[in-house]
């Protein structure tokens, strides 16, 4: 399977993690990817940086990087209603967003409290991507999950640092297995994200690879391999949602 694109990524602007964008975009091109998005953590998260942050993504200019660059932000889903923590007049300044649960800003609840707080973040129509919802942490009715990223065009992440046994959600390598052959049987779509912290994990899906390659996943439900396509994707996803946010030439 060809793999160009890692849109999960943090610089320093998420405050725990280490590298610059030129950094990030520099690592990404030295590993032959094609495009990079840069998802921050958005100002839910405690120490991370301000709304502010997200509203000037305007002046980042692709060429100046000498690789295509998109960006976008991690969400924190704040509650079991799915309320994100940046506004829509600061959404609209995105090229797409990442929905996350995350434990510093929300509670693991029950397995209908968690689902139900994803499937109504994608009632967001800014929001993309649903991020490494084969958490243990947080148990999801992955059936529900996939049918509903199906029918409102929303990407599923297949989260490789997750996916790593020695990585931060411990035990996502196993509930990837369901959660991917939910997105089979209903049809959804995936991205690959290495959810790096620092430049030399950019790109680094290969914990991924190895799952999809043992349940023999359909390629053609994978966005890793064609930049057009996956913006193609994000613009019908926006557009479904009446909404239009950063435009790519900007």
């Not at 953590?41 to 295509?68: C, Q």
């Not at 994608?122 to 199906?150: C, K, Q, S, T, W």
Request: aromatic share 6%; hydrophobic share 40%.
């Amino acid at each position: 399977m060809t793999d160009i694109i890692d849109i999960h990524t943090h610089t320093i602007a998420s405050m725990h993690a280490y590298s610059t964008i030129r950094e990030m975009a520099a690592a990404a091109k030295e590993k032959g990817l094609a495009l990079i998005g840069i998802s921050d953590h958005a100002p839910g998260l405690p120490g991370t940086f301000p709304e502010m942050y997200f509203r000037n993504f305007k002046v980042i200019r692709p060429a100046a990087y000498s690789i295509d660059i998109i960006m976008g932000a991690e969400l924190n889903i704040m509650n079991y209603e799915g309320k994100v923590d940046l506004p829509e007049k600061t959404l609209q300044k995105l090229h797409y967003a990442i929905a996350s649960l995350h434990d510093l800003t929300i509670r693991p609840g029950t397995q209908e409290e968690n689902t139900r707080a994803l499937l109504h973040a994608m009632e967001n129509p800014y929001v993309v991507i649903i991020g490494h919802p084969d958490n243990p942490a947080y148990p999801i009715d992955f059936d529900a999950l996939a049918r509903a990223a199906a029918e409102h065009h929303v990407l599923i992440e297949a989260n490789s640092a997750s996916h790593n046994p020695n990585g931060p959600r411990k035990g996502s390598e196993l509930l990837a297995r369901p959660l991917l052959d939910a997105c089979r049987r209903h049809g959804a779509h995936i991205i690959i994200g290495s959810d790096a912290h620092v430049d030399s994990d950019v790109g680094e899906h290969s914990h991924t690879h190895a799952i999809l390659e043992e349940i023999d996943f359909p390629a053609e439900l994978v966005l890793n391999s064609d930049p057009a396509r996956l913006k193609a994707w994000i613009a019908q996803r926006h557009a479904r949602g009446g909404v239009h946010g950063l435009n790519y030439s900007s």
